[in-house]
């Protein structure tokens, strides 16, 4: 399994970018698709998961001005992040999680993903 993401940068406050993570060596849409982040000194954390349709979920802090979404044509998840804070700073990892049972919840927790990329950075200055 391998999954690349891309798309990191150097931004203003109240700036855009988008993160893209091209996942190959998998069945893209068993799985659900995941980004988190780890800004220096802290720990990673959740930000946003979406099912293999159009079911979201996310992290308090970012509901509102990220967006995250998959085409499962090009094996591809997406985090579109809008309205950037400094707070936003943090190197993002994307993730994926089997998708064992057809009702089961969008996973929120790191042991949950089975499958990383290398992480983005992503650094929002004032």
């Known amino acids: 399994v391998q999954l690349q993401a891309s798309g990191g940068g150097s931004v203003r406050t109240g700036e855009s970018l988008r993160l893209s993570c091209a996942a190959s060596?998998?069945?893209?849409?068993?799985?659900?698709m995941g980004w988190f982040r780890q800004a220096p000194g802290k720990q990673r954390e959740f930000v946003a998961a979406?099912?293999?349709?159009?079911?979201?979920r996310y992290a308090d802090p970012v509901k509102g001005r990220f967006t995250i979404s998959r085409d499962n044509a090009k094996n591809t998840v997406y985090l579109q992040m809008n309205s950037l804070k400094p707070e936003d700073t943090a190197v993002y990892y994307c993730?994926?999680?089997?998708?064992?049972?057809?009702?089961?919840?969008?996973?929120?927790?790191?042991?949950?993903?089975?499958?990383w990329g290398q992480g983005t950075l992503v650094t929002v200055s004032s």
């Open positions: 993730a994926a999680a089997p998708i064992r049972q057809i009702y089961a919840t969008i996973p929120i927790e790191e042991y949950q993903y089975n499958a």
């Open positions: 060596g998998l069945f893209f849409g068993s799985n659900f």
């Open positions: 979406i099912r293999r349709n159009d079911n979201t």
